[in-house]
């Protein structure tokens, strides 16, 4: 388990920096995700990702007093949760940014999904590169999924490149 991934994971979900993660930044995911790909609020993609948010915010506020610090981040994160709840939400935007519903997202809806979410850009076009590993131009679902299980369960993944610090904590 990599306390690397989870720190960076955090630092990207506590949009504010201050230390600790509320449910409107964590909705907010949502909100921007919904809106980088022009989905109106009450479309039903955008209310089930939302629902789903919720249940994983109800699950990583561990004394449920409505902070996410990240000692409760850590103690919760890994694969166990992410299978349960991570793999819901972070599927529901997935959704939200696959416009045609094929399963995969061409480098665009990828990286303004991923940029909607939190990534750079740069980071963002970096791992989309790495995941499409046969260069056809798309990156599944699955495979979308499963990079984002590794980085947080090991720390090595394509999705590695999307994370601001990634290079240099890698190097060190
Ligand atoms: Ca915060
Ligand atoms: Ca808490
Ligand atoms: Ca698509």
């Known amino acids: 388990m990599s306390d690397t991934a989870k720190r960076l ?4 979900l506590d949009a504010d920096r201050d230390g600790v ?3 409107p930044e964590y909705l907010g995911r949502v909100e921007r995700a919904a809106a980088a790909s022009g ?3 009450s479309h039903p993609l955008v ?4 629902a789903a948010h919720r249940e994983v915010f109800e699950q990583m506020d561990g004394n449920a007093d409505g902070r996410v610090t990240f000692e409760e981040y850590r103690a ?7 299978e349960e709840s991570c793999r819901p939400a972070l599927g529901s935007l997935f959704d939200l940014a696959d416009l045609d519903g094929d399963g995969r997202l061409s480098r665009d809806e990828f990286t303004r999904l991923r940029a909607a979410t939190g990534n750079s850009a740069g980071g963002a076009a970096a791992a989309f590169t790495a995941l499409d590993v ?3 131009g798309t990156v599944d679902r699955d495979t979308y999924l499963a990079a984002i299980h590794d980085f947080l369960t ?7 490149d999307a994370y601001p610090d990634s290079a240099e904590t ?3």
């Open 154 to 160: 090991t720390g090595t993944s394509p999705m590695a």
């Open 134 to 136: 046969h260069g056809g």
């Open 9 to 12: 994971i955090f630092a990207m």
């Open 76 to 82: 919760w994160a890994g694969h166990d949760a992410f």
């Open 170 to 172: 890698a190097a060190s």
């Open 39 to 41: 989905r109106d609020p």
């Open 21 to 23: 993660i509320t449910l």
């Open 47 to 50: 209310t089930a990702a939302t």
